[in-house]
């Protein structure tokens, strides 16, 4: 379908989903909320309560929106991911000696296990961090955070210094601009990694040589304890990735004397 791919199905599905049930659960706010209405207010003040904690009470208003939704579509992508069938359901059978049968095109694929998808919520995330640098600094203020002297240094030392404050500001900007790679490289390897270990689960039983009815039966027990495994590593990965957002947006708008 073009530019349409498996992941990206998953992703507006991810999507559909989450803003359905939100929808539903505050189309009627009440006073004394139900199952519904609680949950969403509490899962909102929770992660509000999160992040004003690492950004600030200042920037949280302006960053909250951004790293709220980061973890929410990543979290529910990760849980969507370990639904039977998806990853597993599809067309196109690659057959080579000393290895098991493998997919080519399977239907639906979980979108944190893409690198177009991870590394596009990176990119946006950057150009926020960005715009909310320039807006908390401005882009002198930008600057002199990244390259200016540190700690209120004054008089003759702060210009001794100043070399070595350079320095490092070349290095903070190298790691400024390797952060997308790394963010959506470190969310695709444990998704990715995830996801190819249930597979090999799966497939224990026919790759050791078990009898095709003990094979199907070890393709449902082998991966079971896994997938309570890889529900805590796809909140754990949801948590890493909008916590390491939070942090870069508290280092990029913290003003020296917050140092």
């Keep these: 379908m073009g530019w349409i791919s498996n992941s990206i199905v998953v992703a507006a599905i991810v999507t559909a989903a989450v803003l359905a049930f939100t929808r539903m ?14 949950f969403v207010e509490y899962l909102i003040e929770f992660l ?12 949280a208003p302006k960053a909250f929106p951004l790293l709220a939704t980061v973890f929410i579509f990543i979290l529910a992508s990760n849980w969507f991911g370990l639904l039977p069938g998806v990853g597993t359901i599809g067309f196109g059978v690659t057959k080579a000696p000393l290895v098991l049968e493998t997919m080519e095109t399977p239907l639906l694929r979980p979108a944190t296990a893409d690198l177009n998808m991870t590394l596009a919520l990176a990119v946006v995330f950057m150009v926020v961090w960005f715009w909310l640098s320039i807006t908390e600094l401005g882009v002198w203020g930008t600057l002199v955070h990244i390259f200016g002297p540190k700690g209120g240094l004054q008089g003759t030392l702060k210009y001794m210094l100043m070399p070595i404050f350079m320095f490092v500001g070349i290095v903070e900007v190298v790691s400024i601009v390797f952060r997308p790679m790394s963010l959506s490289l470190r969310l695709l390897g444990n998704i990715f990694a995830g996801e190819t270990l ?5 497939h224990l039983g026919e790759r050791i040589g078990l009898p095709s009815w003990l094979s199907a039966i070890t393709a449902v ?7 309570f495994m890889e529900i805590l590593v796809g909140a754990l990965q949801a948590t890493v990735f909008s916590l390491l957002c939070a942090v870069y947006i508290k280092l990029a708008t913290s003003h020296d004397e917050e140092h």
């Design 25 to 38: 659960a505050t189309k009627q706010m009440e006073l004394i909320p139900g199952a519904r209405q609680n």
């Design 48 to 59: 509000y309560g999160q992040v004003e904690g690492i950004v600030g009470k200042h920037v």
């Design 198 to 202: 249930l597979y090999t689960m799966a």
């Design 221 to 227: 027990v082998f991966p079971l304890p896994f997938y």
